[in-house]
């Protein structure tokens, strides 16, 4: 970790220690589920890889989502405010929406206590 800081620092400032911070981590990380598969036999990696996958790509589409909501909104509302709360909606939406179309499993596991709580109010009344 150091020696990535300590080449990236002096070059790109507090960006470079942004940098090497991720990638000492992305760098533990894989040592970490090395270890860890030798000692419990496979973790499973396509289905993880499929799950990094439809998360990173919903978050994207939703990241793109709020940039554009964000550059609207800030054009007509006079409150940062306002923008901030346009910018968390559209993203949220979005992915939620995005993870839905995707068949996002944790999607289901997140909502599934939700549906369970407030679904059966429905149905009570």
Known sequence: ?????????????HVGISWAVSIASVAQFCMLAVRLRK??????GM???????????AALLAAGAAL???Q???KVAT??????????????VVFLLAAWLLRSDELS???GPLRRRF????QSK
Not at 47 to 57: C, M, N, V
Not at 79 to 92: I, K, Q, T
């Open 47 to 57: 289905r993880i890889l499929q799950t990094i996958a439809k998360s990173g790509g």
């Open 39 to 44: 000692r419990l036999g496979p973790l499973g």
């Open 1 to 13: 970790k150091k020696g990535a800081a300590l080449l990236l620092g002096p070059r790109l400032g």
């Open 72 to 74: 609207l909104s800030a």
């Open 79 to 92: 409150s940062h405010v306002v923008v901030g709360l346009v910018c968390c909606v559209s993203f949220a």
């Open 119 to 122: 679904g059966n109010r429905r």
């Open 68 to 70: 554009g909501s964000v």
């Open 109 to 111: 596991t997140v909502l």
